[in-house]
C-alpha cells in the first residue's frame, strides 16, 4: 500500500506584507490558494480545522472546502477536525454529502470532540456532556454514512423513524476518520464503529503511539473487524534548507504555542524544546530530505497509511506557507514514496 501523503490547517491568522496580522476573511481566500497549489503538485489530500476563535479563521471547513474543490480536481477534501459533539449530525453529513457531490466523490471527514472548548458555549452545549455528545452523535453519523432510512433515538436530540436524510451518497460513499488524541477509549471506540482513526500527535517521540496501532490491531481482530488504514497528523514545515525553515518556523511556532499555554497554564515554550520536537519528536521541520526521512520513519513505526502535516503554525506569513505547500508536494512526497518503496 503507498502511503497517501497530505496536508492540514486550522487557517492560522497571519501576518501581511506590512507585517500586521491579516483580516480573516484574507487568510480564507489565501487557504483557497494554498489548497489549489496542493491540488497541482500532486498532494493527496487537504484537510481544515473547525475552530470558533480569533486566531484561527475556519469556522465553516465544509464553505472553504466547496470554493476549493471548484478550483481543483484530483486532491481530496476534508476536516481536520470537525467538532461533532457540539454540532448536529445529520446537518454534518448533509454539508459533507453535498461536498461529497460537488467534488465528484473526494469528501473525507475527520469527527472529533476537538481540544477546543468554544464550540460548546457558542452552540449551547453543556460540557458536563462531553462524553455523552460525542458517542451519541458519532452513533447516529456512522448510521447516516451506511443506512438508507434512520432510526434512532437517544439523550441528545429528538428520535427518528425511517427518516431518509438527503442529499444521498453516491455508490463510493463517505470516507469517515475519527480523531483521536491519545485515550485507549478513543480507540478502541474507532474499532467499535468500523471506521480508520487518525492519531494526532502533537508532541514527543511518535513512537510511544506504537500501543495505541497495537490496540487497534488487536481490537479490531478481537470484534472481527478488517483493520483501516490508520493516519497521522502531526505539525511541520519545509523549506529549502534546515536553517531557513527553523528559522522561519520558530517565532510563529512560539506564539501560537505561547497563547494557547497561557490559556492552559502551560509554562512559555522555550528554544530548547522547540530543537528537540524538531530532532526527536514530532515536528517535521527542515529540507525536503529533512522532513521526508522523518515521515518514512513515522510511517514504518507505525505503519501507517495516512500522514497529514499541519503545515500553518501561528501567523507565519502566506508566502512561506505556499513555498511549504510546493516543496511538500514536489519533493517530499516523491522521496518518502522512494523511502518506503
Known sequence: ??????????????????GKMLAQGRVLRNVVEQAVLADQTGIFFIGLGEHHRDDFAISAPEVVLAAIAARTSKIRLGS??????SDDPIR??????????????????????????????????DLNDYELLFEEKLGLFTQLIREPKITWSG?????????????TLAAGGLKTWIGVGGSPESVVRAVSHDLPMMLAIIG????????HTDLYHRACAQLGHTPHPLGVHSPGHVADTDEIAREQLWPHYKKLHD??????????TTRAQFEA?????????GSPETVAKKIAATARDLGLGRFD????????????????????????????HDLLA
Open 155 to 167: 439523550q441528545t436530540r429528538p428520535p427518528l423513524s425511517a427518516q431518509r436524510v438527503f442529499p
Open 80 to 85: 481536520a477536525v470537525t467538532v461533532l459533539s
Open 1 to 18: 500500500m503507498t502511503l497517501e501523503l497530505g496536508l492540514d490547517t486550522f487557517g492560522d491568522v497571519t501576518l501581511g506584507a506590512d
Open 204 to 211: 514527543g517521540d511518535p513512537r510511544r503511539f506504537k500501543p
Open 309 to 336: 502535516m499541519k503545515y500553518s503554525s501561528g501567523p507565519m506569513p502566506h508566502d512561506q506557507l505556499m513555498r511549504s505547500v510546493e516543496l511538500y508536494g514536489t519533493k517530499v512526497i516523491p522521496m518518502v
Open 92 to 125: 454534518v453529513f448533509q454539508r459533507f454529502s453535498t461536498l461529497n457531490a460537488l467534488s465528484n466523490g473526494r469528501a473525507e471527514v475527520i469527527l472529533g470532540r476537538g481540544s477546543f472548548t468554544e464550540s460548546f458555549p457558542l452552540f449551547g452545549f
Open 259 to 268: 497563547r494557547i499555554g497561557a490559556e492552559r497554564g502551560w509554562s512559555p
Open 277 to 285: 520536537e524538531a530532532a526527536h519528536g514530532s515536528l517535521y521541520v
